[in-house]
């Protein structure tokens, strides 16, 4: 009788009641829970509508007061083109009032001046002062240090265009009694000296001109290759880790998906 009390007390601790039913006091409390609830829901619901109408009258007000500061920046455009048409025209107006003036003063003074110009011719026949001719030295040009230094004038036109001129100025030399030459003079450093400036100024254009015809050699296509084979084979790991991750992760929900 001890053994069968203890397990029907286990058996109501763990196994599930299908007849039992809530008394009188669980009814009403779950029925004042009820009521709460719903009374809450309705202030929440309340304090939303306050919140939106509280928005609304926010956003009708901005608008409001964007659209009077758009009629006032009108309204002063409009009187300030209204103003500026005005000076406008009064600027026209006085300013063909003064070229009328001046034209009448212009007719004025060629009136005078005829008037003027017999008078003038008579004293001109009266007296005719004999012109000295004066001979002025011309001004003597003088160069400076350093115009002195320069060899050869720098003209903003080219004699070669830029992409000819890069892809033959390696190919300059002086001038060679062998090439079938009979004399050479030089105007300016002689022999060597000029060998050495052509090789120097060659070395300078070398350093700042783009060569046009460069190409690389087999050592740069080599180390090209293999980077660009390198470059792949990282992006294929990368790619391959994403993926692993991805199906990881795929698993991982399938699996709580399943559990839940």
Known sequence: ???MKKYILDRKLSMRVEELQPGLWSQKQLKSWTTAVNTWHAKVAEYKNMLMKKEQAKRAKEAKKAKEIRDKAAKEAKAAKDAEDKAKKAAEKKEGDEEQKEEEEEKKEEE???E???EEEEEEEAEEPEE???EEEAPKV?????????VFANFPVKDLAAVVYSASFTKFSCPDKEEGFDEIKYEWSKGDKAEAYMKKYILDRKLSMRVEELQPG??????LKSWTTAVNTWHAKVAEYK????KKEQAKRAKEAKKA
Request: proline share 3%; no cysteine; charged share 40%.
């Open 116 to 118: 003027e110009e017999p």
């Open 142 to 150: 003088a160069l400076d240090a350093e115009e002195k230094k320069v």
């Open 243 to 246: 993926n692993m991750l991805m």
């Open 218 to 223: 087999l050592w740069s296509q080599k180390q």
């Open 112 to 114: 005078e001046k005829k």
């Open 1 to 3: 009788e001890a053994y």
């Open 132 to 134: 000295i001719e004066v």
